[in-house]
């Protein structure tokens, strides 16, 4: 639904610190328009959904840690085996997650990935599409009436004081990697959270971490860390010169490590696998198991480790690992090194001249709101535009 912008956004966006509304000289939000959805969308299509395939990818874990060929299947390092499978078994808690869905407004949504680990995009889901709602309904461009899919602020906080509660007597480091301005704001944003639930916290990036003689984790200040927020990939952190000293280390990590299960590709198949023709799952198969794919059409390659879109390819039907189906790379980037899974092409709704992704956020394991991206592409990547969205 077209509107006008609100005169003074920018103005706005400076004094509350969004400073990447727009990224590479191109707009990043943009409040030209919004989406509109009925509650019965909302609490049947998507909510509803996203909490049921929750409690399906939180059994899969069960069943991944129990297992060791799902373990390599899911390019765990078996160094780490250990430290996966005692995060799970010690019932370490998480605090978000992020279910990717295509959803047209009609049929079941389609589930495309997790992004359980270091989804971004929170600041402008939790707090700034809220503060767009309520200009515009003070304003008198949007009606009284319009609410928003968004308690994403209040059960952060809330889930704050659990964890404060779970993890008591531990200040509460946060960290993210230098030069990534959105990565900063998501994580200042969340220092904001966990202030209001009166946490104290410190920051710390990443490539400022250290080891100290005892083995233990230090930022800059020689303090050590026993409780962290990182937004950065386990499949990273395994791989960091001081990945051979995080069992040891007595951090408790937010996300924590079995979290590096449902981040990672490998999920896809395996939850197609359990639950074979669910409204909600598209057909997905390991690259050595594409003889089941059968007659369906296209597929689409992503790599098992992957962030912002990056290796995606698009497989003509009659593919296999090794001959017959040309290829056609939809997105470039760094990886792909592990293998790779197959999905059953579905392509996201075109609303106007954009492709249109719904993000669903769980806190813990509770549904808490919506973010939506659009793209000329069919590939939603770092730089898609955000949309706001109202009930109606």
């Known amino acids: 639904m077209p509107i006008n912008p609100r005169p003074d956004w920018k103005q706005r966006a400076q004094e509350f610190g969004f400073g990447f509304h727009t990224m590479y000289g191109e707009p990043y939000w943009d409040e030209s328009a919004y989406y509109q959805f009925s509650l019965k969308q909302i609490e049947q299509d998507l909510e509803a959904p996203t909490e049921e395939i929750h409690q399906m990818c939180l059994d899969v874990v069960n069943r991944v840690v129990a297992d060791d060929e799902l373990m ?3 390019c765990i ?12 078994e010690n019932g370490d808690p998480s605090l978000y997650s992020r279910l990717d869905f295509a959803y047209a407004g009609k ?18 889901t939790g707090f700034w599409q809220w503060l767009w709602l309520e200009d515009n309904v003070d304003r008198g461009a949007l009606p009284r009436q319009a609410d928003q899919f968004n308690s994403l602020q209040e059960k952060l906080v809330n889930r704050f004081r659990d964890l404060q509660f779970l993890t008591p007597d531990r200040a509460l480091h946060f960290a993210c990697c230098k030069d990534t301005e959105e990565d900063r704001g998501t994580v200042q944003y969340l220092q904001d959270c966990a202030r209001e639930a009166g946490i104290s916290e410190y920051f710390v990036f990443i490539e400022d971490i250290g080891v100290d003689a005892d083995g233990r984790f230090a930022d800059l200040e020689d303090q050590v860390i026993t409780w962290m927020f990182k937004l950065y990939p386990w499949e990273f952190m395994f791989r960091e ?12 990590w937010l996300e924590p490590p079995w979290k590096s299960i449902l981040s990672n590709k490998a999920l896809l198949p395996t939850l197609w696998k359990l639950h074979p023709g669910h409204p909600n799952l598209l057909p997905a198969f390991f690259e050595d198991e594409l003889s089941k794919a059968g007659n369906i059409g296209s597929l689409v390659r992503k790599p098992i480790f992957s962030r912002e879109g990056a290796n995606i390819s698009l497989v003509e ?8 189906g040309a290829s056609e790379l939809l997105s470039d980037g760094p990886y ?6 197959y999905q059953a092409l579905h392509p996201l709704p075109k609303f106007g001249n954009s492709y249109t992704l719904v993000g669903s956020w769980l ?20 730089s898609s535009r955000y949309l706001p969205h109202i009930i109606l």
């Open 336 to 341: 792909g090194e592990e293998g790779f899974i």
């Open 241 to 252: 010169a001081y990945g051979t000293n995080l069992a040891g280390s007595n951090v408790r």
């Open 107 to 124: 049929g079941p949504a389609k589930l495309y990935e997790n992004n359980a680990d270091t989804p971004t995009s929170l600041f402008e």
């Open 317 to 324: 039907a009659g593919a296999t690992s090794g001959d017959g």
């Open 363 to 382: 806190i813990d394991d509770e549904a808490a709101g919506i973010s939506i991206r659009e793209d000329s592409g069919l590939i939603t990547q770092d």
């Open 77 to 88: 390092p078996e160094s780490h085996w250990e430290f996966v499978r005692n995060s799970w």
């Open 72 to 74: 390599r299947r899911f």
